[in-house]
């Protein structure tokens, strides 16, 4: 089985930073692609940001030139880099992967538990 495991998540001013982990651990061949997803209170979970085995990324607009995904493979852990965070960034955010579990096998989506970020002065 694969499992994600998100932590970095806290209490923080608005203006400061945070970064998100997310460790993917279990048996697999490949990170495919992995994003993060936010979830704000009475909301719908929405797309954040996103990348993929190629490289490619993307993002939502509120997060473009505030927030970096990015993946290191050797760790297997994804990573969401916050900086100037605002209060409407309050909210839960899930890690999901994108994972191929044997090689030429089709992929399979996984997500984590979720971590809570509050932006409040």
């Known amino acids: 089985q694969v499992q994600l495991v998100e932590s970095g998540g806290g209490l923080v001013q608005p203006g400061e930073s945070l970064r998100l982990s997310c460790v993917v651990s279990?048996?697999?061949?490949?990170?495919?692609?992995s994003a993060w997803y936010r979830q704000a209170p009475g909301q719908q979970r929405e797309l954040f940001a996103a990348?993929?085995?190629?490289?490619?990324?993307n993002y939502a607009d509120s997060a473009k030139g505030r927030f970096r995904i990015s993946r290191d493979n050797a760790k297997n852990t994804i990573y969401l880099q916050m900086n100037s965070l605002k209060p409407e960034d309050t909210a839960i955010y899930y890690c999901?992967?994108?994972?191929?579990?044997?090689?030429?096998?089709?992929?399979?989506?996984?997500w984590g538990q979720g971590t809570q970020v509050t932006v409040s002065p």
């Open positions: 279990g048996n697999f061949y490949i990170i495919a692609g």
């Open positions: 990348d993929t085995s190629g490289g490619a990324t």
């Open positions: 999901n992967a994108v994972v191929r579990r044997y090689a030429g096998r089709p992929t399979n989506s996984y």
